[in-house]
């Protein structure tokens, strides 16, 4: 007896230095640039990660399941990721660097190179600016079912796994959407003579949760339900429809959008020239001596 539960930790031990042989092996391959074979392999699992964490969650996801999406064996996973955690960071870290770059393409040249803009003497005027001001905002922030799903994975995952509140992909993309988005605010304010009534990272944050709403709601709601206000909205985003065609193919792949999906966005363009107003003011400019 004593002989067989020796040569079971034995065969325990040497399975977990393979194991970490092979973990560190893959560690020092993290700092390498991929061969081009790696890297589609790499892209290849993603893509099937990105796809079974919307439908099914980052907990109702294997390995197994990833490797049979994409068509590779458990070794392809692990010759390219260390453990699902690895995998985890690195999706999430493919999937903010896509997002920044989303909102850098949409806002680009979009903005008033002026750094004080005329001040908007009636309400008219002020509802225009505003109206243009979402519009852009709408246009630079990420909205797809796939988006929404992902995000929700990625935050949950955040509170359960990594407590200690350090540095990760998750959180520093995060970040860096946030810096691209209260900059396409600070500057797209500025354009109309007006600045945050808060901090901008804390008025960029309010228009980031009513996005997370819109799209909450319209998730939710029955497929037939219609909302006061809906008829208006259309009519709204009729509007920004041509400044949006340039952008719609890439947003679409780079953000997972959907032509099929419901109307995402129908809260936000609803409220969104109101809470800029709300949380905004005019700029008084001292004038020269």
């Not at 109702?60 to 010759?79: E, K, N």
């Not at 709408?138 to 407590?163: C, D, H, K």
């Not at 920004?240 to 936000?268: H, K």
Request: aromatic letters at 4%; glycine letters at 8%.
């Amino acid at each position: 007896m004593s002989t067989s539960r020796e040569q079971a930790e034995e065969l325990i031990e040497a399975a977990g230095a393979r194991l970490s042989a092979r973990r560190a092996a893959v560690r020092r391959l993290i700092g390498v640039p991929p061969s081009e074979r790696r890297a589609q392999t790499q892209a290849l699992l993603l893509d099937a990660g990105r796809e079974l964490f919307a439908d099914k969650g980052i907990g109702g996801t294997s390995v197994g399941d990833i490797c049979s999406r994409a068509g590779f064996t458990r070794g392809a996973f692990y010759s390219n990721f260390t453990d699902m955690d690895h995998f985890v960071q690195r999706l999430a870290e493919e999937q903010w660097t896509s997002i920044v770059n989303f909102v850098d393409e949409s806002v680009a040249g979009a903005l008033s190179t002026q750094t004080e803009g005329p001040t908007l003497e009636s309400d008219a005027e002020l509802a225009a600016g505003l109206a243009e001001l979402a519009s852009r905002l709408l246009g630079a922030m990420p909205i797809s079912r796939e988006v929404f799903l992902l995000q929700n994975e990625f935050a949950a995952y955040i509170a359960r796994t990594e407590a200690d509140g350090g540095g990760s992909p998750l959180r520093e993309g995060y970040a860096a959407f946030k810096r691209h988005l209260v900059r396409v605010l600070v500057e797209g304010l500025a354009s109309i003579n007006r600045a945050c009534l808060l901090s901008p990272e804390d008025t960029t944050e309010l228009i980031m949760a009513t996005a997370v709403r819109s799209m909450r709601m319209a998730l939710s709601a029955a497929p037939d339900a219609h909302r006061p206000g809906d008829a208006q909205a259309a009519g709204t985003r009729g509007a920004q429809t041509d400044d949006a065609d340039a952008n719609s193919d890439r947003g679409s792949e780079s953000t997972g959008a959907n032509a099929a999906d419901p109307d995402l966005t129908a809260f936000l363009v609803r409220t969104l020239p109101t809470l800029l107003a709300r949380l905004s003011t005019p700029v008084t400019h001292t004038a020269d001596a």
